[in-house]
């Protein structure tokens, strides 16, 4: 607006410029015409001054306007200005409330935590005190106790060590007997932890079949003549074989029974040359049984020399080869442990070759992997660190005795060939038709599997499948969810590991069906 102003004054300023020019010409040219010029000089003047002041009116009006819209665009401006303002400070008075609450609450958690940290200090001054007193007691009771008993610490403990460990060797061998005699006495719920460790030192319903021999007789007059007069050649053949002979209602046979498999057969074979000679007296019973005894351990070391040059192993002590040949007697679940070991020591071999350990040590530790099993009837003791200890004392190296005492983990595996009698064993005794069980304790296991699935609420039916590996789950799907089920098999599961005991794993399947039905009529 200033701008216009001022062009219309320098236009006007020009216009009096030229009207003075063009006067001063006519008054020079003409004064006669002064008169005339300066009447039509005053009307051009006027008719200037006129248009200039219609131009004036017109920027006056156009500035008045245009101040107008500026003062209204001031407002409208402002007035967002001034809105957005209070905007802004009424979302910031917000965040300045937050704030001022959050320090608030972070000013009420560090007064709290600083409140327990003050009460954990004096906690613990107090138990440094309590333990700073209380090691000052037992310094003096120690003084004390040194001046009454006339004795240092260390003689005190070395004795009181040797009094406890006299005591725990007493207790513990107490207890094993009563182990022992609660195992035979409730053979129902203690005969498989039995079978696991040495089947050969029970007797059960289960295992019949590896306790006991049956001797075919001719003809049931047999019987008498075994059993002698009074009773005679009967005691005479228990007192010389250990074996009991169980002479029943069974047709033309006889029964011996006893938990040394070597005794069986020695038996077996002395009553099977008496019947054969007809003579039976006691003198002639302990002149057979001597025989048998005889033809029994040359038996058993020629089948052990067999197996280790089966195995590849030279060099055993004699008396290993014997243990080792007593093994042919001696099954666990129907598997024969001679065959076991030599099959356990060949698998050995090729696995060790394979991953570049020790094939000897390896070799040899899984021949004689359960040549404590041969003697464990005899000595106390799991078979592994039975058979360790007689393979040192027979000379075996460290590595073998370490991997024999360790395949059951009686003592933990340090050495590769240890890990690798564990792997033989295992897959030499777990293979399909290494071992079997009898059909009884096989039904048995398989009806107990069952009864603890069908004792959860919702199971509708259960069966016991892959010889007792799996048990599967029929629900109610209207009992028993989606989620449900999944519980349900985690409770099954563990309620199989603490109730029944079983080898290797057994898979948990839960089957829930929903069926929809309709009838097209």
Sequence with gaps: MPEIVTWLVALLAVVFAMIAVAAIVAWN??????????????????????????????VEAQRKEMILQAKDQSHQIRAEVETEYRERRTEVQRQERRLQQKEETLDRKIETTEKREKTLHEKER????????????????R?????????????????????????????????????EAEVKEDADTRIRKVLAI???RAASEFVPEITVSIVPLPNEEMKGRIIGREGRNIRAIEQATGVDLIIDETPEAITLSAFDPVRREVARRAIT??????????????EVVAKAKT????????????????????GLHPDLIKLLGRLMYRTSYGQNQLNHVVEAARIASAIAAEIGA???????????????????????GPHALIGAELAKRLGRSAKIVHAIAAHHNEEEPETVEAWIVQAADALSGGRPGARRDSVEHYVKRLEALEAVANSFEGVEKSFAIQAGREVRMLVKPEAVDDL??????RDVAKKIEESLEYPGQIKVTVVRETRAIEYAK
Excluded at 273 to 286: M, S
Excluded at 358 to 369: G, K, W
């Design 29 to 58: 040219h003409s004064k006669a015409a002064v008169g005339e010029a300066q009447k039509l000089a005053d009307e051009k003047a006027k008719t200037a001054e006129e248009r200039a002041q219609v131009a004036l009116r017109e």
């Design 126 to 141: 107090e138990l440094e005190a309590q333990e700073a007193r209380i090691s000052d007691m037992q310094e003096v009771r």
């Design 143 to 179: 003084k004390e106790l040194e001046r009454v008993a006339g004795m240092s610490a260390e003689q005190a403990k070395s004795a009181l060590l040797q009094d406890i460990e006299d005591e725990v060797r007493i207790d513990a061998n107490r207890r094993y007997r009563d182990i």
């Design 198 to 200: 040495a089947a050969s």
């Design 273 to 286: 040359k008496l019947i054969a000679d007809g003579r039976i007296h006691p003198a002639r019973v302990e």
């Design 295 to 314: 033809e029994v351990e040359t038996q058993m070391r020629e089948e052990g020399e067999k197996a280790a040059y089966a195995a590849n192993v030279q």
């Design 358 to 380: 020790d094939v000897n040590v390896a070799r040899t530790a899984t021949l004689l992997h359960d040549i404590g099993k041969a003697v464990d009837h005899e000595v106390e």
């Design 484 to 489: 449900g089920a999944m519980r349900l098999a």
